[in-house]
């Protein structure tokens, strides 16, 4: 098969559907099928695997800022792609965000009659969505145009259907167990020093809730001094700011590592014994808990949806009620003490994680592009008409 895969998310910006896009390429393409990924981007993208019809701008999103395509152009330039391309499967990622996804399924059937327009919803937001809530009628039209509808978790399928009702397979993301779980990978040195190292990994947004893992770290370091918090993530304005304020205030043992590359990051989870990620909600599922998982480190996470659907707790992980920084404070003081409970959970979270290994999911999605494009294209397939039956002639 000849596979689009579209995100409307700028390429070069690190984020959860771009993982997710760029992992399932990698395992299409290994499966024999040709991919191709649509996406804007903010600069030269050295991949050839990439088309940018678009340069991205930044707009506020479900507590973050999504740098997404709205170049009044960029119609035009997606119907050449596709009529040049000519895809059997056009897979969209976010399929109503303005305006590349949109544009794509705008354009995809008359480019190609018999293509299947798949769709995977990956976001979750406990306060709603305006644009759904105030776009619903002009984006049922597009809605309409997706053959095969996705959510990576039960919470994204029951957000989505709050406004577009009907079906939704649920298809997760994917982690690369091998990648996370090579004996090979080497701890850092100047974090493998018999401290226990604590990990988070995210962006510095609001909704990750780092201010409050801070100040529960505080509590953890005060009780247990041979504690340390390590923040990787894609250094911004507020990561600055808080890795500033954190200096300036003399908190002790917390380490602040920005621009991490996609390679050196297992090193980080192989040089931690916890990982943390106290996110306030809008998760609708967590590939940072499953690379953890994956890592075979015990998970300390809040108590939202999209968390709880990846791990139970006490047995992958240990889940805490969200914005409360004395109780992370607590569980974490109690996981540092415990070695054996971090390796009961770090073992159960290994074995959950094959449950969302890459090679299962992306042989669950070629499964489904496969039923569709029988059941699309025969249901598209016109009936030819039958001769009406000829009376017998009468005989003499």
Same mark, same amino acid.
């Given at each position: 098969?000849?596979?689009? %895969?579209v995100?409307?998310?700028?390429?070069?910006?690190?984020g959860?559907?771009?993982?997710h896009?760029?992992?399932l390429?990698?395992?299409?393409?290994?499966?024999?099928?040709q *991919?191709k990924?649509?996406?804007?981007?903010?600069?030269p993208?050295?991949d050839a695997?990439?088309?940018?019809p678009a340069?991205?701008?930044?707009?506020?999103? @479900?507590g973050?800022s999504?740098r997404?395509?709205?170049?009044?152009?960029l119609g035009?330039?997606v119907? %050449?792609?596709?009529?040049?391309e000519?895809?059997?499967?056009?897979?969209?990622?976010?399929?109503?965000?303005?305006?590349l996804?949109?544009?794509?399924?705008?354009?995809?059937?008359?480019a190609?009659?018999n293509?299947v /327009?798949?769709?995977t919803?990956?976001?979750r937001?406990?306060?709603? /969505?305006?644009?759904?809530s105030?776009?619903?009628?002009?984006?049922?039209?597009?809605?309409?145009e997706i053959?095969?509808?996705?959510?990576?978790?039960?919470?994204?399928?029951?957000?989505?259907a =709050?406004y577009?009702?009907?079906?939704?397979?649920?298809?997760p /993301?994917?982690?690369?167990?091998?990648?996370?779980?090579?004996?090979?990978?080497e701890?850092?040195?100047y %974090?493998?020093?018999?401290m226990?190292?604590i990990?988070?990994?995210g962006?510095?947004?609001?909704?990750?809730?780092m201010?409050?893992?801070?100040?529960?770290? #505080?509590?953890?370091n005060?009780?247990?001094?041979?504690?340390?918090?390590?923040?990787?993530?894609?250094? @911004?304005?507020?990561?600055?700011?808080?890795?500033?304020?954190v200096? $300036?205030?003399? =908190?002790?043992?917390?380490?602040?590592?920005? #621009? *991490?590359? /996609?390679e050196?990051?297992?090193?980080?989870?192989? @040089?931690?014994?916890?990982?943390?990620s106290?996110?306030?909600?809008?998760?609708?599922?967590g590939?940072?808990?499953?690379e953890?998982?994956?890592a075979?480190?015990?998970?300390?996470a809040?108590?939202?949806?999209g968390?709880?659907?990846?791990?139970?707790h006490?047995?992958?992980?240990?889940?805490?009620?969200?914005?409360?920084?004395?109780?992370?404070?607590d569980v974490?003081t109690?996981?540092?003490?415990?070695?054996?409970?971090?390796?009961?959970l770090?073992?159960?979270g290994?074995?959950?994680? $094959?449950?969302?290994?890459w090679?299962? *999911?992306?042989?669950?999605?070629v499964?489904?592009?496969e039923r569709?494009?029988y059941?699309?294209?025969?249901?598209?397939?016109p =009936?030819?008409?039958?001769?009406?039956?000829?009376?017998?002639?009468?005989?003499?």
């Open positions: 098969m000849k596979v689009a %895969l995100s409307p998310y700028d390429w070069l910006t690190p959860g559907v771009n993982r896009v760029d992992g390429a990698a395992q299409l393409i290994g499966l024999g099928h *991919v990924i649509l996406a804007p981007a903010s600069g993208v050295d695997r990439v088309i940018v340069y991205p701008l930044p707009v506020p999103a @479900s973050s999504a997404i395509a709205l170049d009044p152009r035009r330039r119907r %050449l792609i596709l009529e040049a000519q895809f059997d499967v056009v897979h969209v990622h976010e399929p109503l965000m303005p305006s996804p949109i544009q794509v399924l705008r354009h995809s059937r008359a190609n009659p293509v /327009n798949v769709g919803f990956h976001a937001k406990e306060g709603g /969505n305006r644009l759904y105030y776009g619903r009628l002009l984006l049922k039209r597009w809605f309409r053959d095969g509808k996705i959510a990576v978790s039960p919470p994204a399928a029951q957000y989505v =709050r577009f009702p009907g079906f939704y397979n649920i298809i /993301n994917g982690v690369d167990l091998d990648r996370w779980n090579d004996p090979a990978i701890p850092l040195p %974090l493998d020093d018999g226990v190292n990990l988070y990994v962006r510095a947004e609001k909704r990750k809730g201010p409050y893992l801070i100040r529960a770290f #505080g509590l953890v005060a009780r247990l001094p041979n504690t340390r918090l390590v923040v990787v993530g894609a250094e @911004s304005r507020r990561w600055r700011v808080y890795r500033d304020s200096e $300036e205030s003399g =908190r002790r043992g917390i380490m602040f590592f920005g #621009g *991490v590359s /996609n050196e990051l297992p090193r980080f989870h192989r @040089s931690a014994q916890i990982f943390c106290p996110a306030t909600g809008n998760e609708s599922q590939i940072i808990l499953l953890a998982m994956a075979g480190l015990p998970v300390v809040s108590n939202i949806e968390y709880a659907s990846v791990l139970t006490e047995v992958e992980g240990l889940l805490v009620p969200p914005r409360d920084a004395d109780a992370l404070g974490l109690g996981l540092v003490k415990d070695a054996a409970t971090r390796a009961r770090g073992a159960a290994r074995t959950r994680a $094959e449950d969302y290994s090679p299962r *999911v992306a042989r669950q999605l499964s489904y592009y569709l494009r059941t699309t294209t025969a249901s598209r397939t =009936r030819v008409p039958q001769p009406e039956a000829q009376p017998e002639a009468a005989h003499a």
